[in-house]
């Protein structure tokens, strides 16, 4: 089965500008959830999907949204790029959507972003 | 806010040597997860701990979680240089209907040859 993928591995944006990164979960799964991994902040969970749904959402500004499509894959969308911004951002894939948080998450490689 | 905390942040150990994080919640947890992610890689999956006072094993590595479900440890007996990494704790916390998985700041682990 193939793994979590993510596109595009690497981005480099200016301030002020959008970006759109993509996940295609594990074939079968249909819980996407977004984090974003910086050294001084560590993962920090940006929102899960799950039947198309946000059911979960950390505290991330507005200018960060996601959505699910009917096949699981998922976006996240950040507008207005900020300096602070730049980070590994990552996709985790779950079978199912449990209410307790204690699925076991499958994460993809990262998208770098680099926000000049 | 609501917190995991983890330490130590950095551990160097001689190979064959035991190595232990520790994880410790400001909340009571319904579970408690570990991940270990290599440089350069990704969070992989390690155990998931759910029962109080619960203690797994894997080969050399030690999972227990605390009879009150706001701490957790893992153990390394006699690291190897595969052992290297970045070991993560992460625990669900709810808010109302919200819910968001916490994850500890890491440690990271060096084994010396």
């Known amino acids: 089965k193939a793994g979590v993928t993510q596109t595009p591995r690497y981005l480099i944006k200016t301030r002020g500008q959008q970006v759109t990164l993509s996940c295609s979960p594990i074939s079968g799964h249909r819980s996407v959830s977004w984090y974003q991994q910086t050294p001084g902040q560590g993962l920090q969970f940006l929102f899960e999907?799950?039947?198309?749904?946000?059911?979960n959402k950390g505290n991330f500004p507005g200018r960060f949204s996601g959505r699910q499509f009917s096949n699981s894959r998922s976006e996240m969308n950040v507008s207005t790029l900020e300096l602070g911004d730049s980070a590994l951002y990552l996709c985790?894939?779950?079978?199912?959507?449990?209410?307790?948080?204690?699925?076991?998450?499958?994460f993809g490689p990262g998208t770098r972003l680099t926000v000049l | 806010g609501q917190q995991v905390m983890q330490i130590p942040q950095y551990q160097h150990v001689q190979e064959g040597e035991d190595f232990t994080t520790y994880c410790n919640s400001s909340t009571t947890l319904s579970n408690i997860q570990w991940y270990k992610q290599r440089p350069g890689g990704h969070p992989v999956f390690l155990i998931q701990l759910v029962k109080s006072g619960e203690v797994k094993k894997q080969k050399r590595l030690t999972f227990q979680f605390g009879e009150a479900k706001k701490n957790s440890s893992l153990h390394i007996t006699a690291t190897q240089t595969t052992d290297v990494g970045t070991y993560f704790c992460?625990?669900?916390?709810?808010?109302?209907?919200?819910?968001?998985?916490?994850w500890g700041l890491g440690t990271s682990l060096a084994v010396n040859p």
């Open positions: 992460a625990g669900p916390i709810r808010a109302g209907n919200n819910r968001k998985l916490i």
């Open positions: 999907y799950f039947s198309e749904t946000q059911r």
């Open positions: 985790a894939s779950s079978l199912e959507y449990s209410r307790l948080g204690d699925n076991e998450q499958f």
